[in-house]
């Protein structure tokens, strides 16, 4: 929807032919808000018209003239240069400048002068990230630190062996086994991330995030069986950490992130049947893993315009492996090969000081059995976190 406001100046000429001079009778009114403090100077042919223009928008500045007392108006003045046309952003002292015969042979009567403010685009509030790209402020675009704090819901699923018990209605163990169990969890999430350096070109960044949560809302558990009876329980924190490196031009970038999982489970379900037989499934593994990914970060970290956000996207291809809590465990031997490291893929979607979505699939299978590929017994995790972010 386009806003028109106008202001309205009056002025009231004798036009003498010889010499061409104006003399000014009187002055007038404004009626919109946008402009302000509207006044005149005339030096020979030239009308120099001043005012104020208010808000946060960028305007069409148009310039009328009636000869009739504002009764007829006609086309705007195309001669007029200055502080008219489009692109205008507010100020004060604004000065339009007006070559009178240049457009008219004449001008007599009750002459009247009309400004029109129309909204082009309405600019929104500058976003803190894209401040410290503003031509406008170059104290703010020596800044290149970058702190982040996110807070929302984790949510994921993933299938792995557990320990299976079979009971009678007497208490006497049946069997006891391995057998997989799939886990499905939700909780919540608080992250940290930190870019000790971050331009449109180039970045390094440091994330960590801890998450605790249950069992689903929406689990086996919960479906209806007349036969059976189906108690469910999960517990789980997890810790998470990692860093990234980021480089190329302005709209796409190569991404390289290294990052780690600690989780810990207490899950346990028994189900028991119409003849009072017991299942119960047992699951309290702790889960180490490690993981590299490289891919695509596109477009640029800051927005495209002025006080706009930005959107950043990756499409990572990423590299898991199980990997214990033992930093004297690690060897650079480990990674020369890496056909034994688990396939996955990523996806991250960070609009900057509002939500970040995360996706990460990860397939059971083998970089070395690439071809057989599939995510049947994969870890599926989604996060959505709303975000905000400073730079210092």
């Known amino acids: 929807m386009i806003l028109i406001k106008y202001g309205i100046l009056l002025l009231v000429m004798r036009f003498i032919i010889k010499g061409f001079l104006f003399v000014i009778i009187s002055v007038s009114f404004v009626n919109a808000q946008e402009i302000g403090n509207l006044h005149f100077e005339q030096e020979g042919k030239m009308i120099f018209i001043y005012y104020d223009l208010k808000g946060e928008n960028n305007f069409d500045i148009k310039l009328y003239c009636s000869q009739d007392g504002g009764k007829t108006w006609g086309q705007p003045l195309n001669k007029a240069i200055g502080a008219v046309g489009k692109d205008q952003n507010a100020g004060y002292f604004k000065m339009i400048k007006w070559d009178v015969l240049a457009e008219k042979e004449r001008l007599q009567g009750n002459v009247v002068f009309k400004i029109e403010a129309i ?93 605790i949560g249950t069992k689903s809302l929406i689990t086996q558990a919960d479906q209806e069986d007349y ?42 379900k028994s189900i028991t049947d119409f003849y009072l037989t017991n299942e119960e499934y047992h699951y309290s593994d702790d889960i180490n893993q490690e993981t590299l990914s490289i891919g695509l970060r596109l477009p640029r970290y800051s927005g495209k315009y002025e006080g706009r956000r930005g959107n950043i996207f990756d499409f990572v291809y990423t590299l898991t492996r199980d990997f214990p809590f033992n930093w004297n465990t690690l060897q650079l031997n480990d990674y020369y090969s890496l056909s034994e490291w688990r396939v996955g893929f990523g996806f991250m979607w960070w609009r900057q000081s509002a939500i970040k979505l995360k996706l990460d699939l990860i397939s059971d299978v083998k970089q070395k059995d690439f071809n057989n590929l599939n995510f049947r017994n994969g870890w599926y995790q989604i996060s959505f976190i709303y975000n905000y972010n400073w730079f210092l």
């Not at 984790?154 to 057998?179: C, K, M, P, V």
């Not at 490196?245 to 899950?267: C, M, S, W």
């Open 227 to 268: 036969t059976l009876t189906i108690d469910e329980s999960y517990f789980y924190t997890r810790f998470f950490y990692g860093v990234e490196i980021a480089g190329g031009i302005k709209p796409l970038k190569i991404v390289f992130k290294a990052d780690r999982l600690i989780q810990t489970n207490e899950y346990d």
């Open 119 to 211: 909204v082009q685009y309405e600019v929104r509030k500058p976003h803190r990230f894209d401040d410290r790209f503003s031509p406008a402020d170059e104290a703010f675009n020596n800044k290149i630190f970058q702190l982040g704090l996110g807070f929302g819901i984790d949510r994921f699923i993933f299938t792995d062996y557990g320990q299976s018990l079979r009971i009678d209605e007497d208490g006497n163990e049946i069997y006891s086994d391995s057998s997989d169990i799939t886990i499905n969890g939700i909780g919540i999430k608080g992250e940290i991330y930190i870019h000790p350096y971050i331009n449109n070109y180039f970045s390094v960044g440091f994330i960590g995030a801890y998450s």
